[in-house]
């Protein structure tokens, strides 16, 4: 592993630790990797050692390359330095991709606390969008971060459909960082159709990074799970960037959006209630509605057949509802051709 | 192990299964056993047997007993059937707990889907609580129970702090039961001060029960986590309601609040702020809070000295704030003896 | 689930308790079930409850039924009279199978101490052999048995190819049951070629079960690690079973041996010495074997390719040589096809 | 973390590559910190990436310093260049333990393969033995060895009392390295009375690391359990070598023995059949042996109170014996103080 150290602005001392590791040779067929960078926490008055490196170990670990950004604190804080350090650091890391053996569209920022917000904001308002957000009791709501950095915005209110993919966690009993900004931030991803995965964990002191006995004092009252983001943070990664394999790396599993409802043109991906309110769509898919008059076996809703508009049977996707019904596949695929070509007005 | 299965309501078709394990002779220092009571989803329209069974046994594997409630569905599910089968269930349970070798003040609920509202039901509304309450996809607001059984009752409005300690799971591309009863409900909880831990999993269909591959077919498209909420709802528990000793029963580790603003009197675990607010304990507090000058090193506070009504130290309770400052042990026991004579007003 | 506890022989009070799920119905593609039969320990004085309905649970959960067969003990211990038991509880329950929706070919014996004895005398020297075998800190080595059983039998010694696949696990610091049993059968294992899996951890006492607070006290000095055979054996059983699937059960993962150089006929599954020492397998082979002259990158050996009758090159099987040198897999199979004619003498 | 490569041997192509983590600071409570010296595999012809970097990733990740030792391969591998690698680095490592911060008596070597062979070298015939080993498919069979190393020696027939405490790891279906290798090995701890921790995998192939999918390719037939070594390792270790805590590393948990039988003077942790054999200890302990006629509930043996020199009864430690028997703590220390002064011959 190559370890280079990058100053990005030196008056600011802002720097970039990198962390990078070999590519082909034995590891045959890993070409290139994905990537995390890492913004330690430190209420934008340090940047905490505890966690950066310990942070970037598993992420190594598990065949990533790690960078850490150690952005503009204490009266360099001052609004909107640490997001314009965050910028350039991202397009400093982009612009080496290929030189450096990284996929430029699978690189995920990890934020803690006061850099959690930090990489919120890169999530949801940057200009050089990370590709995933790992969130670790991070401050979103602006109440809470002026109590640290008043120059800093809120996040919550920016969040929208561009938004990439987030992991959050943090713990109920948090003080510091009370656990309304995690919260809330869940449900603007969710109104906004943004994947994400959330954890929180019954009790733990802020700042608890991996929860490991060498960051976190085994004396802390801390439960049993709150170590466990970590392994599945990278699992997460698995699902939204694609995992290691011969032939490259794999299709992710879990796509960007909940479903099609916020694209450009409609799909089978949309929903039976974005579907029946557009007139160009239903007049190739009225006959097909008056199909899915399913029974409602298990847990499948027994919808109003006249009716798709609202309710359980509105918010499935027309590809799972066409499928529940045994349309075959090859059907489906033409129906989402047609779709395709009309716009999600 | 013994299984009973109990008749409640001959009419609504009302039952409880009961598996009783052995306690002492060879178990030798069980003497009583803590409790799960499950609640089936299926819409009130069934009682599913994937949340079932499936469901009990990993509680008794780790020395709970557990109890099967099957309740009004169909036509008998119309308000307050469900929650009255509830009830007698939890009483009769109470009722024979010395005969069965039960704690009566550690029994939870788990309830699925539909079964989920009944459980939050139980854990916010009921005359007899659970000690604690599991949430799987559980329906919580109105406007998604009434799709399934429209005299159903919105949950979250009711939630408040003598809700019980509670353990939320859900998927996040759930098009059955949205992902904002989850959420909702921990912001619920969070609002009242309750204790609760909460995970939303990626992906994953409604109704995946424990995830086991016999109870969701693996074709399904569900995330690796998924089925973790099984052994950390189980940690959880050991949380809440103490672990099995060889002197009966561990203190827990994770209380029914996060601190004690809600109790009748004061406390040292109550927050600066409610301290603040009240005049009374402030006769007590004054010197003390002067030397809660600290140096904010780490991630502690730097809190303005004169005004702990707000901000992040206002958010600390007193024993963490003077444990913090090194006040000796002893000095908060006295502290906490006074403060307890001042109702909490 | 259903209970059903039969009396297999009333005078030595030999009993076999049974607990079968459902199948069908809600658990829509599992038609039949994999199933468990539990022998319990207890120094052949008696059949411990600790080693008994809490092994069951977790095979339950995973879907298997579960079986706990209370065997001949004290007076009525005498050789054979326990095997008698394990033969009869087997081919009771094969004999139900229909019945049950049994899989009669995936049931696997669970022993631990002496009910480990008894488990490996399945394993290795019944008439109606288990398909697999879970040994629990077994004694297996004939002089420890004797100290609990004098009329019992060596084990170890009666292993051969006809040996089930065996899960293994011991504490290393076991004073009543010492490592030697566990190393030296899964020494014999070795030698006849039969699949296994061994677990040995740092530290525990003998008779941990699965180490659950409930079984075990929390006070005891056992490791971190001394409960997971238990999840480890599940998956191992899944590798040696198969899994649930929307289609039966799937294929299974893991042979019953490491090799085909103990089958009756001869196989792109045997080893190139093997093969080696056959001349009619070498007029087919010759011509091929000039051509694994491979060059040995990675971990791969370098072998005399005159001669694989030793070393690393030999103990490879063909069909991984050939892959290895790139041979297509139609023409693999071309060749198993001819050596498959040929008897392995 | 500082990397710093050391070149040991510049003619042989011996280097050291260190990964040292900061101490105190924000980690305020690690004042020092414990180490893995990695030794990658590669038959004695090179060493494997694969084996050395991923490798290094998990154990800082838990507070550990690593180092990589790459020792004299091909023509260089002659008998005792690599073993002379191992003592010049282990010294020099010692050497800088307290610039480095290292614990210089809590230093673990970790070993793939040849490298484990090398491992196992250190661990039972070096001049600066490690604390402890983790051998992972190790050679260790002088048969075996020669296969890729003529020179190299039998480890097996050296392993005595003063061999370290190791770990050791393999699967079962090795064709490279055959199980006989680690079986052999735990035989030997065993004999020698040596704490050791082993897991045979069901299935596998040689070389695979930490069974990560960017080091060992998912394609590969490889069990899921198999990857389990490496945190299974790091708590073995925290075992024994202890935990971090607010107060330096806490107690091991795991003794470097099984017992005091080869210490040089008796106690009370040597075994009944031990103390029986010594007529000074005898003189002490006679009048308390025949008080150990306890009843032998539970899985305790029913000794032959007359007779402690064998049986189940003589492999017990007079601790765990006089402890059973409720004899009190400081009677028990006061016997220890009595035995401490008999020779242990």
């Known amino acids: 592993m190559k370890k ?6 030196n008056e600011r001392n802002v720097s970039l630790t990198c962390y990078l590791q070999e590519t082909g040779g034995e590891f045959r067929y890993v070409t290139r990797r994905p990537a995390v960078l890492i913004l330690p926490g430190g209420g934008y008055q340090f940047c905490s050692d505890r966690e950066a490196d310990p942070v970037a170990f598993p992420y190594l670990r598990s065949g990533y390359d790690a960078m850490i950004l150690r952005y503009s604190v204490g009266e360099d804080s001052v609004w909107p330095n640490p997001l314009n350090d965050y910028e350039q650091a991202m397009r400093y890391i982009r612009s080496r991709a290929d030189e450096w053996k990284l996929y430029p569209d699978k690189i995920a920022v990890i934020g803690f606390s006061a850099g959690g917000h ?6 949801a308002m940057s200009e050089n969008r990370p590709n995933a957000a790992i969130l670790g009791y991070a401050v979103t709501a602006g109440s809470f971060i002026r109590e640290c950095c008043p120059s800093a915005p809120d996040v919550i209110s920016r969040v929208d459909e561009k938004t990439c ?7 109920r009993n948090d003080s510091v960082v009370p ?27 802020h700042g608890f990074s991996t929860a490991d006995t060498s960051v976190q004092s085994p004396d802390s009252a801390i439960c049993s799970r709150a170590g466990n983001w970590v392994g599945d943070s990278i699992a997460w990664l698995r699902d939204v960037f694609g995992d290691f394999s011969s032939d490259g790396m794999t299709q992710p599993r879990c796509g960007a959006h909940v479903n099609a409802d916020a694209d450009a043109f409609l799909s089978v991906y949309c929903t039976l209630s974005r579907l029946a309110g557009n007139p160009e769509a239903m007049k190739i898919l009225s006959t097909l ?3 899915l008059k399913w029974n409602g076996g298990g847990t499948m809703p027994d919808p109003n057949a006249d009716n798709f508009s609202h309710g359980m049977a509105g918010r499935m996707k027309l590809c799972d509802a066409l499928a529940y019904v045994h349309v075959a596949p090859e059907v489906i695929e033409r129906i989402d051709g047609q779709l395709k070509k009309i716009p999600n007005i």
């Open 4 to 9: 280079e150290k990058i100053v990005l602005n």
């Open 118 to 123: 930090l990489a919120a904001c890169a999530a």
């Open 165 to 171: 993919p987030c992991f959050l966690f943090a713990t």
């Open 179 to 205: 656990i309304q900004n995690t919260v809330q931030m869940m449900e603007a991803l969710d109104k906004a159709g943004v994947s994400f995965e959330g954890h929180i964990y019954a009790y733990g002191p």
């Open 289 to 291: 509605f008056a199909q």
